[in-house]
Every structure is written in structure tokens, then in C-alpha cells.
């Protein structure tokens, strides 16, 4: 590839190349605070290439491949690159990343204890994530929770925070201009903004914790809190791993004690302020 970046991201590493220079400039300004692992053989490879030698040049259209990758994967338009290069890494990760048991899952960290948060898309807990993560909590990402196989611990994995539509006001109303990425306007979940993690949950992003707490959220319904039931929670949590099956015994096993020792809670919340003083007296009660 033409243009190139190399990222170390939590335990992982990534080489970027694309056809156009955009998208690698863009996260290049972004992540300018995190490892540079020159010279190092990255985890995985992604690239962003036309769909075909025109689309090059005539309205520049990126297929998202690398290490692994997904043939019927809609192309996507150049003005969307820095998107295209995320889900690239997630992709890879989704796809290869075989060292913990990947959760679908945000994840912040206080007092050296974890709190994971899962749920489908739509639920707010990215946004919750964020908010906490600029109220005196460490983000430990967004995207994926890092299961250790033998200890339990859960490892950061804090890449840009993906801001999607109402979620945007609300965390640029809390983070400096600075850390927020350009606008992307009409993706295919609508507009979407990335948020730089503050500087301790990159320089920390070496740093476990034991998990303490496990949260169900749901946005835009009155306040409530639920306990979930150990087979529930195992159920939902095998349906928001990506490797679950392929880690076999070594997977059953990780999520097995993390059910069995983790307290977990579905919580209804009608706004932010709402769902950040429930986490923090469910904290208080059960962490």
C-alpha cells in the first residue's frame, strides 16, 4: 500500500495501508499519542483498497480487507475512510484475536476493578463508557473487553470511541474540540464522530483489571435495574463473543468463572446523568 501507519492498541498491533492518503493521515492525527511500534511485525494487516482501478480516482470507493476479511463486505465511500479503517481493526480482531476472550463490550476501569457493560447496538453503553471515561473513570474501550483465559482479568483495549448521532452532542459538551475526530456525515448508522481516549487510558492501556461489575444497558426507557440470572448472562455473553467457539475449552472455562463470580444487573436509563448515578450507586452496592 501506498500509505502506511502502524498502531500498537492495548496488546495488539496493526498495519494500515491504504491507496489514499486521507484516511491514514486521519489516524495518524488521532492516535499521535499512542506507541509507535516502527519496525515491529504487527498482529494484523488492513487495507483499504479501490473496488476497482477507477474507483481509485473516480468516486473513490474502499473495500476493507487485510489478514482476514469478509468478500461480501460493502464497499464504502472515501469520505468515510477513517471509519473504513476502524472497521478494519475491528474486523481483524473480530476474526483472528485468539490470546483473550473477546467481549462485545465497553469497559472502564476504577480503584483497579473493571466495569463491562454489553448490549446490542443502540443500548448507550459506548456513550455511558465515554461519559464515565470523562468523569474520573479509565476507559478501557469501547469495542471489545479483552478476557485474560487464565487469570480473569480484563485488558484495555481503548482505540477511538465511536460516537454515533444524538451521542455526539452529548460527549462534545464534555471533551475538548481537541480530542474529537472530524464529522462523518451519512454512514450507514447515520452520522458518526470518534472521540480520542484521555491520556491515562492510553498510557495505562497496558494495565488489567479483575472485573467487579457487569452491566446490561438500555437507553431511552425509564429507570430501572434488574438482577440477571447466571444463565442468562451466560447465554447473552457467548452471543457477544467473537471467538468463543474457537477458543474451546479455554473459552468455556474463562466465561465460566466470569458468570459465576462477576455480579451482573440490567439497567434502564432515560439519559446519561440518569444512567451515571445508577452505575455509581450499583458500584457502591456490588463492586
Given at each position: 500500500?501506498r500509505?502506511q501507519?502502524?498502531l500498537?492498541?492495548?496488546?495488539?498491533?496493526?498495519?494500515i495501508?491504504?491507496?489514499?492518503?486521507?484516511?491514514?493521515?486521519?489516524?495518524?492525527?488521532?492516535?499521535?499519542?499512542?506507541?509507535?511500534?516502527?519496525?515491529?511485525v504487527?498482529?494484523?494487516?488492513?487495507r483499504l483498497?479501490?473496488?476497482?482501478l477507477?474507483?481509485?480516482w473516480?468516486r473513490?470507493?474502499?473495500f476493507i480487507?487485510?489478514?482476514h476479511?469478509?468478500?461480501?463486505a460493502?464497499?464504502m465511500?472515501?469520505?468515510?475512510?477513517?471509519?473504513?479503517?476502524?472497521?478494519?481493526?475491528?474486523?481483524q480482531?473480530?476474526l483472528?484475536?485468539r490470546?483473550?476472550?473477546?467481549?462485545?463490550?465497553?469497559?472502564?476501569?476504577k480503584?483497579?476493578r473493571?466495569?463491562?457493560?454489553?448490549?446490542?447496538?443502540g443500548?448507550g453503553?459506548?456513550?455511558?463508557?465515554?461519559q464515565l471515561?470523562?468523569?474520573?473513570?479509565?476507559l478501557?474501550?469501547?469495542?471489545f473487553?479483552?478476557l485474560?483465559?487464565?487469570s480473569?482479568?480484563?485488558?484495555p483495549f481503548?482505540?477511538l470511541?465511536?460516537?454515533?448521532?444524538?451521542?455526539?452532542?452529548?460527549?462534545?459538551?464534555?471533551?475538548p474540540?481537541k480530542?474529537?475526530?472530524?464529522l462523518?456525515?451519512?454512514t450507514?448508522k447515520?452520522?458518526i464522530?470518534?472521540?480520542?481516549?484521555?491520556?491515562d487510558?492510553?498510557?495505562?492501556?497496558?494495565?488489567?483489571a479483575?472485573?467487579?461489575l457487569?452491566?446490561?444497558?438500555r437507553?431511552?426507557?425509564g429507570?430501572d435495574?434488574?438482577?440477571v440470572?447466571?444463565?442468562e448472562v451466560?447465554m447473552?455473553?457467548t452471543?457477544?463473543?467473537?471467538?468463543?467457539?474457537a477458543?474451546?475449552?479455554?473459552?468455556?472455562?474463562?466465561?465460566?468463572?466470569?458468570?459465576?463470580?462477576?455480579?451482573?444487573?440490567?439497567?434502564?436509563?432515560?439519559?446519561?446523568d440518569a444512567?451515571?448515578?445508577?452505575?455509581e450507586?450499583?458500584?457502591e452496592?456490588?463492586?
Amino acid at each position: 500500500m501506498r500509505h502506511q501507519l502502524s498502531l500498537k492498541i492495548g496488546p495488539a498491533s496493526f498495519r494500515i495501508g491504504s491507496a489514499w492518503r486521507q484516511p491514514v493521515e486521519l489516524l495518524a492525527a488521532l492516535y499521535d499519542d499512542y506507541p509507535q511500534v516502527d519496525g515491529d511485525v504487527a498482529d494484523f494487516t488492513v487495507r483499504l483498497e479501490p473496488t476497482s482501478l477507477l474507483r481509485r480516482w473516480v468516486r473513490p470507493s474502499i473495500f476493507i480487507t487485510g489478514d482476514h476479511g469478509l468478500a461480501d463486505a460493502a464497499p464504502m465511500s472515501l469520505a468515510h475512510g477513517l471509519l473504513a479503517a476502524e472497521m478494519g481493526m475491528n474486523l481483524q480482531m473480530a476474526l483472528g484475536w485468539r490470546r483473550h476472550l473477546l467481549l462485545h463490550a465497553s469497559s472502564v476501569e476504577k480503584d483497579g476493578r473493571a466495569l463491562v457493560m454489553t448490549g446490542e447496538s443502540g443500548s448507550g453503553k459506548s456513550t455511558l463508557a465515554a461519559q464515565l471515561g470523562e468523569r474520573g473513570w479509565r476507559l478501557m474501550g469501547d469495542e471489545f473487553a479483552l478476557l485474560d483465559l487464565v487469570s480473569g482479568a480484563v485488558f484495555p483495549f481503548p482505540r477511538l470511541v465511536s460516537l454515533k448521532n444524538g451521542a455526539i452532542r452529548v460527549i462534545a459538551a464534555e471533551a475538548p474540540d481537541k480530542r474529537m475526530g472530524p464529522l462523518l456525515g451519512g454512514t450507514a448508522k447515520g452520522d458518526i464522530r470518534h472521540l480520542v481516549p484521555r491520556a491515562d487510558a492510553v498510557g495505562r492501556m497496558g494495565e488489567g483489571a479483575q472485573p467487579a461489575l457487569l452491566l446490561f444497558p438500555r437507553f431511552g426507557h425509564g429507570a430501572d435495574v434488574r438482577p440477571v440470572g447466571q444463565g442468562e448472562v451466560f447465554m447473552r455473553l457467548t452471543q457477544a463473543s467473537t471467538n468463543y467457539v474457537a477458543l474451546g475449552e479455554a473459552g468455556f472455562g474463562a466465561l465460566t468463572r466470569f458468570v459465576q463470580g462477576v455480579p451482573a444487573r440490567a439497567i434502564d436509563f432515560p439519559s446519561g446523568d440518569a444512567a451515571i448515578a445508577m452505575v455509581e450507586r450499583l458500584w457502591e452496592e456490588l463492586a
